[in-house]
């Protein structure tokens, strides 16, 4: 099952596979919505976990709240990737200023494609149906008690449509088994990236 998330604040569209629930940063009301569609979703409606519905709720609310003060306009949460099957993930979304290194003018004959490959020289560069997508992976590791797990980090910088900022996506993928093919599906999911033609949020 996939799903078409459009972000009319931020003039885009974005397929997301298996569910997916997004949070609207600049939707107060929204927002509690989803949230309380989030926790129902994954808590349940048990009496008996009432205390952990209050938890659940206060820990995205102060998620939200710290990612709309980075600048964030949409998060969205993984929930399953197949019908049953679990996928803790999620994706920040936010418009972001060109770096210092390609920061100002461009320079004379120089484009767009050049200009991202100027602002990211460390980074992979991705010809995606997107537009040319800067890349940067890593993988960290979560330690609970004995247990240990990968946690992959992925950020993405997308030239926007008007040149002069780039849409960024942070990519947050705990309890990850295989680096490679997460970052595969993330490659997949930011090539779907349509634009809408609609106002782009200010970064």
């Not at 569209?13 to 129902?40: C, Y």
């Not at 709240?65 to 949409?74: C, D, I, K, L, P």
Request: aromatic residues 6%.
């Amino acid at each position: 099952m996939t799903q078409q998330m459009k972000f009319a604040e931020a003039g885009m569209a974005i397929v997301l596979p298996g569910a997916w629930s997004t949070l609207p940063l600049d939707d107060p009301e929204g927002l509690e919505r989803q949230i309380a569609s989030v926790v129902k979703r994954r808590v349940g409606r048990d009496d008996r976990l009432a205390r952990v519905r209050r938890d659940a709720k206060e820990q995205l609310r102060s998620m939200a709240t710290a990612a709309a003060a980075a600048g964030a306009f949409r998060v969205a949460l993984a929930l399953e990737i197949l019908p049953g099957v679990p996928f803790p993930a999620a994706m920040v979304f936010d418009y972001a200023t060109w770096p210092p290194l390609a920061a100002g003018a461009v320079a004379d004959g120089e484009t767009g494609d050049d200009r991202l490959r100027r602002a990211f020289p460390q980074h992979e560069i991705l010809p995606l149906a997107s537009g040319l997508t800067a890349r940067q992976a890593f993988t960290a590791t979560l330690k609970a008690g004995t247990e240990t797990a990968g946690d992959v980090k992925i950020q993405y910088w997308i030239i926007a449509p008007d040149a002069e900022r780039l849409l960024h996506v942070t990519v947050d993928a705990p309890t990850a088994g295989d680096a490679e093919l997460y970052t595969e599906l993330f490659d997949a999911i930011i090539d779907s990236i349509r634009w809408t033609g609609a106002e782009v949020a200010a970064p």
